[in-house]
């Protein structure tokens, strides 16, 4: 059972305005990674559901998360379909994110009120998933469909809650870029990631990235 409610996950997510996203198929890596997101101001973490046994590691981190990290709330990515959603639901994911919009996974998600966020490239798929429960709704690929995109699909539909993931950069001009447009958060992955710094164990430079990434969206929030 998911440790935080719809309201307080989308309330995490839009007071610190960026969701990391990230995999790795050794679960203390995961852990250690995720503890340096927490430490650098971070609440909700996003770990993608690829590679085999992905679930396997997911459960580990919600279970170190509850004692190390309490105020984290820990979705899971990459969903395309609902048994794969209900799976991760049950071992506690507090939201769900998927590349696509899937209809069966928006009602497995709002059986549990657990916010289900699927990716939509246009502003009928954005639509169809609003009149389907999607609260949040992700503009996926980011870097191919741009701070535009978002501004354009804003001014129709204003109460439209965006989380734009998909070449977004832990830099001021382009989280400016994004939130600017009226992004609601960010999702960031190997650009908050660096694969060497990982090899390396480099866990304070996450922190330090978080932190700076954090303080960039608050600044551009408060403009």
């Not at 981190?61 to 190390?68: C, G, P």
């Amino acid at each position: 059972m998911a440790r935080f409610d719809k309201i307080a996950v989308l309330s995490k997510m839009q007071a610190t305005g960026v969701v990391p996203v990230f995999y790795n198929s050794d679960a203390e890596v995961a852990k250690q990674v995720l503890k340096a997101c927490y430490e650098g101001g971070v609440r909700t973490f996003e770990f993608t559901n690829r590679g085999d046994f992905a679930h396997e590691v997911f459960a580990e981190v919600v279970k170190f998360a509850a004692k190390e990290c309490p105020d984290m709330a820990i979705g899971v990515g990459s969903v395309v379909d609902a048994p794969t959603a209900a799976l991760y639901i049950q071992m506690g994911a507090c939201f769900v994110v998927g590349p696509l919009f899937n209809a069966d996974v928006a009602k497995v998600c709002n059986r549990r009120l657990v916010p289900y966020t699927p990716g939509c490239g246009s502003i009928t798929e954005v639509g169809l998933a609003q009149e389907a429960g999607c609260d949040l709704c992700k503009v996926f690929p980011g870097d191919v469909l741009g701070p535009k995109f978002v501004k354009g699909l804003m001014a129709p539909m204003p109460w439209s809650k965006i989380m734009v993931t998909g070449g977004v950069e832990p830099t001021a001009e382009n989280l400016s870029s994004w939130f600017k447009a009226g992004a609601f958060a960010v999702g960031m992955g190997s650009n908050l990631f660096p694969a060497e710094r990982i090899a390396n164990r480099d866990w304070d430079y996450i922190t330090a990235k978080c932190k700076e990434a954090l303080e960039c969206v608050a600044e551009v929030k408060n403009r």
